[in-house]
Every structure is written in C-alpha cells, then in structure tokens.
C-alpha cells in the first residue's frame, strides 16, 4: 500500500540538530524512500512498510545523538507527490 507521510524529528537539549538530521536523513535514503525537507516538517512516500522502517531507523539514529522526538501523520488517503 502506498502511503505519505508528514513528520517532524527533532532533538531535546542543547545538541546541534543538523548533523544528526542529516545522519537521519540518510536512513530515508538507504530505505529509497522520496522525500522533501521543508522548514518545519519533512514529508515523505512510498510503501507502508518502507516508511514505517525508514522512520524506525532515522528516530534510531538521531537518539544516537541524544533524547529525540518523532512527531508523524501517516496516510493513505492523502495525495502522494509523483516521482521525479
């Protein structure tokens, strides 16, 4: 089933966030997963079990960092961004 999904994942504390985003970031990658980073949120598709997985492993890898929050809405309904 194809999904989007709109998330927010961030740091509690003093810890510089962009270095552990873009490590985070990467999980979103190796997961082949499209995604766009906006100024708030970031949102992303693809098959429900490769967001799922994609999320698990970037919240995995930011609380390498330090204690982190995921913040996501995940839906099947919503318009899902044609690739590019």
């Known amino acids: 089933m194809e999904i989007s999904c709109q998330f927010s994942l961030y740091l509690l504390g ?8 873009e490590r985070a970031l990467d999980e979103l990658d190796r997961a082949k997963l ?5 100024n708030m949120s970031t949102q992303c598709s693809g098959e429900l079990q490769a967001v799922l997985q994609g999320l698990g492993a970037a919240f995995a890898r930011m ?13 099947n309904a919503c318009p899902v961004a044609p690739a590019e």
């Not at 499209?34 to 906006?38: A, H, I």
């Open 63 to 75: 609380s390498e960092t330090g204690p982190t929050v995921l913040v996501a809405t995940i839906s």
């Open 14 to 21: 003093p810890a510089a966030i962009g270095p552990a985003l």
């Open 34 to 38: 499209t995604y766009e980073v906006g």
